[in-house]
Every structure is written in structure tokens, then in C-alpha cells.
């Protein structure tokens, strides 16, 4: 494992949490650097330095809790282009979230979000 | 085999267009408001900036790039960040997308070069004529090709 390559992932991943609500067009780019962060947990989880998962842990908290902002920099037409040709929503968190959120918005509910994945 | 003019939100995308933008792109400049430092402290030439300073764009996107992606080297300038966006956008290797970016109502069309070797990205609007942003999407090309809503690529060996 590259642990430069991993702590540089952070941070960008905290950089793009700081920047939520101001993301423009880069927004899909936090949801891909978190997709390479997690390729890292998956794969040589048990070798990341703790003050790293903590990091990760930390920033993943901020992230969820204040989804809803960043949910906003999405249009539909974009969310609906995601649930179409973006396969990862069925196992990562913030693929979910942008998905199940968005239709609820719609009045689709929450269930049955993966049918199209 | 010809290239085929392309229709996208209304407008006809021709070889001469593709040109006129490119030409027009690499002497775009980036928009004059200030955008808000929220990031650890910073130097750039003999000044410092700190959480809660307002930057402009250019000089922020730069300080973003070297200090918090860590994809540019620390004592890049502005000079050169301008001739590397420059270089993007010429270099007949360059993959060139066209798509709408639909956050705006009507969707504006907007431009990206990839330039595979760097793995640098530039986007471009054209109807403000301005860079939007410029950085090394983690995902290269396919920040474009799969996350951009039916981007189309320019088969730029066609004419170039």
C-alpha cells in the first residue's frame, strides 16, 4: 500500500467536504475520491495507520451530516444520468444517499432504488 | 471517414466550431469574483492567506491544487498554471468532451479537455467564454465520459 497516495485521497476528500455548497461541476469528484478511499479500506484495511482511519472516520461524519448540502449541487437530470450509468450506488453509502434522497424528492420512495443499477 | 456535424442542446458542432472553440479557450480567463479560503494557512509569492480570505479565482484554484489535492508542486506559479491549462486545451492529443451541464436553466454547454498524459482536466464554458476549473480528476477521462450527462467526444484525429 501507498500511504503517501492514501493521505493525499484525504486530502482531497476533506477538501472537497470544506467545500461544500461551492463544489460546482467538481461535486461528482468527491463522491469519486471517495470511491478511491474506500478501494484502499477494502482492500489493506488492516494495514492503514489508525490516525488515517480516524481521519476517514471523521470526515465520513461531517460528510453525513451535512449530506443535504451537498446533495443540493446535484440537478435531477444529473442524479437520474448517475442511477443509469453509475454502478456503485448498490454498495457505497454516498451514492446511496444521493439516490434514495433524490427520490424521495420525486415521490418515487426510497425502496427499490437499485432496480435500474 | 468524415466527421459528421453533432447536434447538442440546439447548437450544431462542426470541425470549424471545435477550432473556434479551442482558440477561444485557451485565451479564456477565469471569472473576476473572489472565492473564500477555507483551507489551511498559505503562501503564494510574499503573501499569506488564512481561513476566511477571499482569494480570486485563478490564484485559489492554484492554491487548492498545490496544498490541499496535492497535484501541482508546491512553488507552482500562476504563470505556469496558465501555460499548462494553455497546453491542455492545444494539445491535439487532448481528448475533447462537449456535454450540458444541467444545474443552470436552460443547461449551458460546456467544454472539456483531458489531457491523458498529465491526467489535467480543464473545463471550459462557452457561453460565459470563461475556465471554470481546472484539476486531475481521480477518475482521469471519466469524470467526463461517465459523470457528465451524455457527453459527446470529439473524434478530434478526424480533422486535427
Known amino acids: 500500500m501507498n500511504t503517501k497516495e492514501l493521505e493525499k485521497l484525504v486530502s482531497k476528500y476533506e477538501g472537497y467536504i470544506l467545500s461544500m455548497g461551492e463544489l460546482g461541476i467538481e461535486a461528482v469528484e468527491l463522491l469519486s475520491v471517495r470511491d478511491k478511499i474506500e478501494n484502499y479500506l477494502t482492500k489493506v484495511y488492516d494495514v492503514i495507520p489508525i490516525h488515517i482511519l480516524a481521519e476517514i472516520m471523521r470526515l465520513d461524519l461531517i460528510f453525513k451530516e451535512e449530506f443535504e448540502i451537498f446533495r443540493k449541487e446535484f440537478s435531477q437530470e444529473e442524479v437520474a444520468h448517475f442511477q443509469k450509468s453509475v454502478r456503485k450506488s448498490a454498495t457505497h453509502w454516498w451514492w446511496h444517499l444521493l439516490m434514495a434522497h433524490w427520490r424521495e424528492e420525486i415521490g418515487l420512495g426510497t425502496t427499490g432504488f437499485t432496480d435500474n443499477l | ?160
Open chain 2, 1 to 160: 471517414m468524415q466527421f459528421q456535424p453533432i447536434q447538442i442542446l440546439g447548437r450544431t458542432i462542426t470541425p470549424s466550431k471545435v477550432n473556434q472553440i479551442i482558440q477561444q479557450a485557451s485565451a479564456a480567463s477565469w471569472g473576476t469574483h473572489l472565492k473564500e479560503w477555507k483551507f489551511k494557512d498559505v503562501r503564494y509569492s510574499s503573501y499569506f492567506y488564512s481561513k476566511g480570505d477571499l482569494i480570486p479565482t485563478q490564484l485559489w484554484h492554484l492554491l487548492k491544487r498545490i496544498h490541499v489535492d496535492k497535484d501541482w508542486p508546491e512553488g507552482t506559479t500562476l504563470e505556469q498554471f496558465d501555460e499548462e491549462i494553455r497546453q491542455t486545451i492545444t494539445n491535439p492529443e487532448s481528448i475533447i468532451f462537449v456535454y450540458g451541464y444541467y444545474r443552470t436553466s436552460p443547461p449551458r454547454l460546456q467544454w472539456g479537455f483531458y489531457d491523458i498524459e498529465t491526467g489535467i482536466a480543464v473545463v471550459y464554458d462557452e457561453e460565459a467564454n470563461l475556465i471554470v476549473t481546472v484539476f486531475k480528476p481521480v477518475e482521469g477521462m471519466q469524470f467526463f465520459q461517465l459523470y457528465q450527462v451524455n457527453p459527446i467526444q470529439i473524434p478530434t484525429k478526424l480533422f486535427f
